[in-house]
C-alpha cells in the first residue's frame, strides 16, 4: 500500500502563490504516477495536474495550465504542485493521488492523500 501525505495548503491573495508537496511512502513502485486533483465546497472532484514515472510525461488541466506546474523528484517519491497567479475560484481542498497506470491515474487514482486546504481571497 502506498500512503500519500499533502503539504503546503495555506490562505494566499489572489494572485499569490503557494506550493504543494506530496510525499509517497509504504509500498512504492518504479511506474508510480503522482498527480492532483481538488474539491470544492459543493463540487465535485476534478482532475488538475499529473507527472509521470518517467519520459517527462506531464498533463496539466486547461483550468490551470499556464499557471501551475507539476515537477518530482523520484528519489524523494515527492511531487510537488507550484500554483501562481492564484485566483479565488482554486480555492479548494487539494488531494494527492498516485496510481501505476497512467488512464486510471487521471479518473479513478487507487491512492490518495488526506487533502490539504487552499484558500485564496480577493
Known amino acids: 500500500q502506498v500512503q500519500l501525505e499533502e503539504a503546503g495548503g495555506g490562505l494566499v491573495q489572489a494572485g499569490g502563490s503557494l506550493r504543494l508537496s506530496c510525499a509517497a511512502s509504504?509500498?512504492?513502485?518504479?511506474?508510480?504516477?503522482m498527480g492532483w486533483f481538488r474539491q470544492a465546497p459543493g463540487k465535485e472532484r476534478e482532475f488538475v495536474a499529473l507527472?509521470?514515472?518517467?519520459?517527462?510525461?506531464?498533463y496539466i488541466a486547461d483550468s490551470v495550465k499556464g499557471r501551475f506546474t507539476i515537477s518530482r523528484d523520484n528519489a524523494k517519491n515527492t511531487v510537488y504542485l507550484q500554483m501562481n497567479f492564484l485566483k479565488p475560484e482554486d480555492t479548494a481542498v487539494y488531494y494527492c493521488?498516485?496510481?501505476?497506470?497512467?488512464?486510471?491515474?487521471?479518473?479513478?487514482?487507487?491512492?490518495w492523500g488526506q487533502g490539504t486546504q487552499v484558500t485564496v481571497s480577493s
Open positions: 493521488a498516485a496510481d501505476t497506470n497512467l488512464l486510471r491515474l487521471q479518473t479513478s487514482p487507487s491512492s
Open positions: 509504504g509500498r512504492t513502485f518504479s511506474r508510480l504516477g
Open positions: 507527472n509521470w514515472w518517467s519520459g517527462g510525461i506531464t
